[in-house]
């Protein structure tokens, strides 16, 4: 018997400091990016880093193709249907409602409308990811009335929480794919059953978090 929990133990060890030693594949576990063809594919289309655009469907739909908000965006990257509508129309594209329930199709609006974004905003990824989420007219007015001057650094100047807290998210989720998967693309990822939906409730855990520590944090104060 003590033989055997010797052995157990050794066992134990040598397992933790394999983890230790190699904590990045470990992470994958928790972090797997589905739909690598079709953000490859798009990724190259609009020049956008793919981790990015991984990143920015994890945080709208943890990669549910399916997923539909109580506001009715739908699919992977979160789009309302009449945002998607016009973006097709742009695209010349048809389109229908149901369209954003197909990944590649969904992935395309997308990163389309990310990238034109950017392009409306001077190339400015954190205001492009506020105006993904916050819309282009508010984004466009908080700019133009001063509330806040869209750097990064000033970002607890935006007027809506969930904005902030979406831009502050989706960068720390790019920041965490690049490093965990040394920013090599396609990702080399092993997907185990529970873990995934385990690192999305720990990471919206945090995400409530940061809502209450922004609430008692005191607004700064306007530059005079």
């Known amino acids: 018997m003590r033989g055997r929990r010797s052995l157990f133990s050794i066992i134990f060890i040598m397992s933790a400091a394999v983890l230790l030693l190699n904590w990045t594949a470990v992470l994958r576990w928790f972090y797997p990016i589905r739909y690598v063809e079709e ?3 798009h990724a190259e289309a609009t020049s956008l880093d793919p981790y990015l655009i991984a ?24 789009l309302m249907p009449e945002t998607a509508r016009w973006i097709a129309e742009q695209l010349q594209m048809d389109f229908r409602e149901a369209d954003l329930l197909d990944p590649d199709i969904n992935i395309r609006l997308g990163t389309w409308y ?3 974004l950017q392009k409306e905003f001077g190339n400015n990824l954190i ?12 984004v466009s007015r908080w ?5 806040w001057n869209g750097e990064l650094r000033e970002l607890r100047n935006i007027p809506f929480l ?5 831009v502050q998210r989706v960068l720390a989720v790019y920041d965490w794919y690049v490093r965990i998967y040394h920013g090599m693309w396609p990702p080399m990822s092993t997907e185990l059953p529970v873990l995934p939906e385990i690192g999305r409730q720990v990471e919206a855990w945090w995400h409530r978090a940061r809502q209450v520590l922004d609430r008692w944090q005191p607004t700064p104060a306007p530059d005079s």
Request: hydrophobic letters at 40%.
């Open 39 to 41: 953000i490859s594919v």
């Open 143 to 147: 700019l133009a009335e001063g509330q």
């Open 55 to 78: 990143a920015l469907i994890r945080v709208e739909s943890n990669f549910r193709h399916d997923v539909r908000s109580p506001k009715g965006a739908t699919g992977l990257m979160q």
């Open 114 to 116: 990310l990238t034109m």
């Open 127 to 138: 205001v492009a990811l506020a105006a993904y989420n916050g819309g282009r007219g508010n």
């Open 162 to 166: 969930e904005t902030r807290l979406y």
